[in-house]
């Protein structure tokens, strides 16, 4: 089975940008979607980003869009979270996820149902 590993997280001050990775154990030309997700103290994880990886279509949750960017690099087996302009409430534990093959619309890429395998996240926070 796959494995992911996020990394890239760490302090940043507001206004300030990160790029996380996600490096997948094989091949994600196979896969359906890779997503990224976030879990703020006290709150459920929500769906921040995710591509396509067959049509390379992608989404954005409203409260990042024009400051998050997903990339992908099949030859690093990797999927990115460019992150620009930060704010506090974007201090997260950020987590990548894999869809392996179930078809889905481009809302239903921010749910995290339809994810099979998780990384282990790692932790964002915008913090002066």
């Known amino acids: 089975q796959v494995q992911l590993v996020e990394s890239g997280g760490g302090l940043v001050q507001p206004g300030g940008s990160l790029r996380l990775s996600c490096a997948a154990s094989e091949s994600i030309n196979g896969y359906y979607s890779i997503g990224w997700f976030r879990r703020a103290p006290n709150t459920g994880r929500e769906g921040v980003s995710a591509?396509?990886?067959?049509?390379?279509?992608?989404f954005y949750a409203d409260s990042v869009k024009g400051r998050f960017t997903i990339s992908r690099d099949d030859t690093m087996n990797a999927v990115y979270l460019q992150m620009t302009s930060l704010k506090s409430e974007d201090t997260a534990v950020y987590y990548c996820?894999?869809?392996?093959?179930?078809?889905?619309?481009?809302?239903?890429?921010?749910?995290?149902?339809?994810?099979?395998?998780w990384g282990q996240g790692t932790q964002v926070t915008v913090s002066s």
């Open positions: 591509i396509n990886l067959r049509h390379n279509t992608t």
């Open positions: 996820a894999v869809n392996i093959g179930t078809p889905i619309t481009v809302k239903a890429m921010g749910v995290q149902l339809w994810y099979d395998v």
